[in-house]
């Protein structure tokens, strides 16, 4: 399946407002509009929004071959710098790959430029057919 297809069912990805920018060989871009509803008491965008922001730039690098489906078994993250408004813009950048597993480094800009987040995670690749619903 072809990643931006895919990932347009990232209901998460969708109610955050998270916008995938490019996708291709291991590498992806994605994007986040800073708003109210990602802010937390301290008035800066919340950790999980940063999070998911690079999860999901992670899973599309991963998943931008397309030959399987691949899901994040470990990430590890730095929190920088805070952020409050603006648009934020995440980098993924595959690292390593083999057959079963992706390695993954992805950091998060603001736009000025400066460094927010730093993730780094890995992936694990699965079959295709495995993109049903779990059913409970």
Known sequence: MEVFELLK????????????NTAQAGN?????TIVDAHLNAANCVQGGVLFSLADFT?????NSYGDKLALSIECDIKFIRAA?????????????????????DVEILDDKQQLIASLSGIAY???????KPIKA
């Open 9 to 20: 069912k990232d209901r998460f990805a969708n109610l955050l407002g998270i916008t995938l």
């Open 125 to 131: 690749f699965i079959d295709n057919s495995r993109t």
């Open 28 to 32: 992806a871009s994605a994007q986040l």
């Open 58 to 62: 992670l899973a599309a690098a991963a």
């Open 84 to 104: 409050s408004n603006g648009i934020l813009v995440a980098q993924a950048t595959e690292k390593h790959r083999t057959s079963k597993l992706g390695y993954y």
